[in-house]
């Protein structure tokens, strides 16, 4: 079982990105899966969440801004993010429980 990111990139301020998340493996469609980010120099943070019921919570720092979705026939989930600020450069990962750690994908905000 695994997990992979993508959809990561340059971005100009104000913009938008849709990162997906695509598992393999038949227990992805009940598992909670969560985005997280990690800065240059700082810790890795959590960004969003998804239980197997559609329920969704965000950080501060993204409400408003992100939108987590699923859809468990593509075995993806799936982060909006629009509005993007400078401070939103990360590497992004994605989590699902009974997963390992994938590999994440780049996001750099910057005009």
């Known amino acids: 079982v695994q997990l992979q990111a993508s959809g990561g990139g340059l971005v100009q301020p104000g913009g938008s990105l849709r990162l997906s998340c695509a598992a393999s493996?038949?227990?992805?469609?009940?598992?909670?899966v969560g985005w997280f980010r990690q800065a240059p120099g700082k810790q890795r943070e959590w960004v969003a969440g998804?239980?197997?019921?559609?329920?969704?919570n965000y950080a501060d720092s993204v409400k408003g801004r992100f939108t987590i979705s699923r859809d468990n026939a593509k075995n993806t989930v799936y982060l909006q993010m629009n509005s993007l600020k400078p401070e939103d450069t990360a590497v992004y990962y994605c989590?699902?429980?009974?997963?390992?750690w994938g590999q994440g994908t780049l996001v750099t905000v910057s005009s």
């Open positions: 998804i239980t197997s019921g559609n329920s969704t």
């Open positions: 989590k699902a429980s009974g997963y390992p």
């Open positions: 493996g038949s227990i992805f469609s009940s598992s909670f």
